[in-house]
């Protein structure tokens, strides 16, 4: 019997070119241009034909074409150090139409449109008993800000992938831990700068937040992606699983699910975490066992990616989620549907924090370009007290930017958060990390150093120095005022580590860039060498590795 044959008729492929490109250099060209008519008649007769045998033809374009909406004529997205808008869609930081993001009036001035907060006293009794009881704590005149704005040291590569999170010790001020999205944590005397160890082996991915425990400083919680909760000794390195909710393995991305939000409430003695199906689990943290199920908190299916207990009543629960909400809870009777309130933005929300000191305040951090400000919890709840736009809507290969309030000021008005759109520094593309006043929505400061090229978009203030942490991709960086900086640098100079090569101390100069955004970031040093090309001396290992003196 004779074999069968496939037909062997492929569709036509036709190629679009940009013409305006293209110049003609012959006659032939123009010969070519002449008989133009004829091809497409010609090709049209084909395409019938093959749409006859169902084969449709097979475009190819190579006509440019914007990033944004795909259509030819226009190009849109990052040139250099500025955002060129798409004329298709509204203003990219203010998302309004009628001007582009070069013009917009909220990057030249950050309070624009921004009502300030009132110093009238307040009508409501509850707030007005609850003020009395703070007013020994909050000054009547504002203190000036003190802001960390030089680079002191630095450990360049330090993680194996892009920061997610940064903690500070609860006792030891000169301790920073972050975590990564392989799932390691990092654990470094920014101090003594060369001392540093990291824990390869305590999640198998995104480390997405951590918290110490409140009766033992030498031991932190640490939620996952893999769906676990993790308490480590950092002594040791010895970490134990004390959640897991994929303990089946792996069945499919509709059934994994992985953990985001966390916080503490120690006057209760729970640790409270959060999944991606919407879902609270609380767990004793003197059993280190699970209470009950978990509780519907948010839209069923959408992540929960923040949570914060307040300061001072810890029984209030703040959160807040994918379905573009942040909620406030009553932990004394904590059910599906049974929040205190319900603030709406109009997309995702990164994080929602209450003020450190009072308790009263809420910061929100939205996809949609907006800090959003409630000056109290017992006031007017349904709209926010102020929005100020501030640009901080990204896209992948990068962790989510939350607005942090400064835990050392008395007054609950400044905030810190990285920018996303970069700005033209003499030539240079930097994204700077900002300072706001949030009673007026004042950008107070920008910091930057020429350096740091990439997006720093985890940033972290120190509870009781004037010390900022920040993480740039894989990169830590320890910013501290210009005047404290002056004096260190007489007495001993300025130190950075650089991983992954033969770590030096940079007396000055220039570093290696920190490294791309993307998760598989290439290196780029004087030869711009890629880090693939070089075994990394900073590797996973089940024991804590220490960097080479």
Not at 17 to 24: A, G, L, V
Request: overall charge neutral; charged content about 25%; some cysteine.
């Amino acid at each position: 019997m004779a074999p069968e044959t496939r037909n062997r008729l492929f569709p036509k492929v036709v190629i679009e070119r940009d013409t305006e490109s293209e110049q003609s250099s012959s006659d032939d060209e123009e010969e070519e241009e002449e008989e133009d008519p004829v091809k497409e008649e010609t090709k049209n007769e084909v395409g019938f034909d093959l749409m006859k045998k169902g084969k449709v033809p097979i475009t190819i374009t190579l006509k440019k074409c914007c990033k944004v909406c795909k259509q030819p004529g226009h190009q849109a997205g990052f040139q250099g150090a500025n955002y060129i808008d798409c004329p298709m869609k509204p203003c990219y930081l203010c998302k309004l139409p009628g001007h582009t993001t070069m013009t917009c009036p909220h990057k030249v001035a950050t309070q624009h449109g921004v009502i300030p907060a009132t110093l009238r006293n307040t009508r409501n009794p509850l707030q007005f008993v609850f003020e009395r009881q703070l007013t020994p704590r909050i000054p009547l005149v504002k203190p000036t800000y003190v802001i960390p704005d030089q680079v002191s040291c630095a450990v360049i590569r330090y993680h194996s992938r892009r920061i997610t999170s940064l903690e500070f010790h609860p006792t030891n001020n000169n301790i920073l831990l972050s975590g990564d999205k392989k799932g390691q944590v990092g654990i470094w005397d920014f101090s003594k700068v060369h001392e540093k160890t990291v824990y390869g082996n305590i999640h198998s991915c995104i480390v997405n937040n951590m918290r110490f425990k409140p009766s033992n400083d030498d031991t932190i919680y640490a939620a996952s992606s893999d769906g676990t909760v993790s308490s480590t000794d950092l002594e040791t390195g010895i970490s134990t699983s004390l959640m897991n909710l994929n303990p089946g393995g792996w069945q499919g991305p509709k059934s994994w699910r992985m953990l985001y939000g966390m916080d503490i409430n120690s006057d209760k003695g729970v640790v409270l975490v959060a999944d991606n199906f919407g879902l609270l689990y609380c767990m004793d943290m003197r059993s280190n066992s699970q209470i009950g199920k978990g509780i519907l908190i948010h839209k069923k299916g959408s992540k929960v990616v923040g949570l914060h207990c307040n300061p001072v009543q810890p029984e209030l629960l703040l959160s807040c989620g994918n379905d573009h909400f942040a909620r406030i809870w009553d932990m004394r009777r904590l059910e599906s549907g049974g929040s205190i309130y319900d603030l709406a933005h109009r997309r995702v929300v990164n994080s929602a924090y209450f003020s450190p000191l009072s308790g009263t305040k809420i910061l929100t951090t939205s996809q949609d370009n907006r800090l959003r400000i409630w000056d109290s919890i017992f006031g007017n709840m349904e709209t926010p007290s102020r929005e100020i736009v501030h640009s901080h809507d990204f896209n992948r290969h990068l962790t989510a930017f939350r607005a942090e309030w400064d835990p050392k000021d008395p007054s609950e008005t400044l905030a810190v958060i990285g920018r996303y759109i970069s700005e033209n520094y003499n030539g240079t593309a930097l994204h700077p990390i900002d300072y706001i006043d949030t009673s007026t929505g004042e950008l107070v400061a920008e910091v930057m150093d020429p350096n740091i090229t990439t997006i720093s978009p985890v940033n972290k203030l120190h509870p009781r120095d004037d010390v900022l942490a920040s993480g740039s991709s894989r990169s830590l960086f320890i910013w501290k005022p210009k005047e404290r900086c002056e004096v260190l640098e007489k007495e001993d100079e300025k130190r950075i580590v650089i991983c992954g090569q033969d770590e030096k101390k940079r007396k000055s100069g220039k570093w290696p860039n920190g490294g791309s955004d993307d998760d598989d970031d290439m290196f780029s040093g004087k030869g711009k060498k890629s880090l693939k090309s070089k075994k990394s001396d900073l590797k996973s290992t089940n024991l804590p590795r220490k960097a080479k003196r």
